[in-house]
């Protein structure tokens, strides 16, 4: 897979603002309309860019507290992990989900409302699933957020 300079600009623009008309990102990184949208399709195809959302405003729909779940099992296998990760997909509630290196098998991110919300929510998780140990950590206040994603492998080189 071969991204150049060009692309990394436009991928830089569309990780901003991908609902910039394909005109305006064509002038921004030098090209016209037509090579500019073939790039995003390729792009796209190759699996670089996954999907296009819109990002929603969590206090604004109600959804203000990030809870971070941290989750210990004693048990690792297939079976378990499988019916752990099915259940967890399910949750509309968990907005990521990691397995962990270290003391915590699994991270989950879960975004409710309040408290009366995040205790109906564990009280689901724990019904539904066997764990040692269940961990949550409220976040007191965000100080960054974004869904961009780092670029600088590709900065001032041509990337393989």
Not at 10 to 28: F, G, K, N, P, Y
Not at 56 to 81: C, M, Q, Y
Not at 127 to 156: C, G
Request: proline fraction near 2%; charged fraction near 30%; hydrophobic fraction near 45%.
């Amino acid at each position: 897979m071969k991204i150049d300079q060009t692309d990394v600009k436009i991928l830089e623009l569309l990780q901003q603002d991908v609902s910039l008309a394909i005109a305006d990102v064509a002038s921004r990184v030098g090209l016209s309309v037509t090579p500019c949208w073939r790039r995003i399709q390729r792009l796209e195809e190759l699996g670089v860019i996954r999907r296009r959302v819109a990002l929603l405003n969590p206090d604004k729909i109600g959804a203000g507290i990030s809870v971070f779940v941290s989750v210990r099992t004693n048990e690792h296998n297939a079976d378990w992990l499988d019916h752990f990760a099915r259940t967890v997909s399910g949750m509309p509630e968990v907005v990521e989900f990691y397995r962990m290196s270290g003391d915590i098998d699994y991270l989950l991110r879960v975004v409710v409302a309040d408290m009366k919300q995040y205790d109906a929510f564990y009280k689901k998780l724990i019904s539904k699933v066997k764990m040692s140990d269940v961990s949550s950590s409220f976040a007191m206040e965000q100080i960054k957020y974004t869904t961009a994603l780092p670029l600088t492998a590709f900065k001032d080189k041509e990337a393989d």
